[in-house]
């Protein structure tokens, strides 16, 4: 997973006094994002996210998890990255990394 380029966790949120939300890397003053309070939703997106380096992590690593078994057991899926229960999976990892997953978790 080192070729992933955000910003690793922790993530924090800190409220302004002007209306808004700042997702922060945690124990610097790095901005990362921000959103409006003027917005009932803000609150909550700011809270989503702050955590999604944590649940990236995971998904990743449960892809690696439940692939693992295929490979090992099935030497014709050793280049296998596409099963049909692990492509929703697949496919978020993609669009949040913006890497093919063979780039992801080689």
Excluded at 73 to 84: K, L, Q, R
């Amino acid at each position: 997973m080192s070729n992933l380029k955000h910003t690793p966790a922790p993530w924090r949120i800190e409220r302004d006094g002007w209306n808004s939300c700042h997702i922060m890397k945690a124990d610097t003053t790095i901005w990362i994002a921000e959103t409006s309070l003027f917005y009932d939703s803000a609150e909550a997106n700011a809270r989503l996210i702050s955590c999604a380096p944590e649940m990236l992590e995971v998904l990743i690593n449960q892809y690696i998890e439940i692939c693992r078994p295929c490979k090992k057991c099935n030497p014709e899926y050793e280049n296998c990255y596409s099963c049909e229960a692990q492509e929703e999976s697949k496919i978020l990892i993609e669009k949040a990394t913006g890497l093919k997953i063979e780039e992801v978790i080689k």
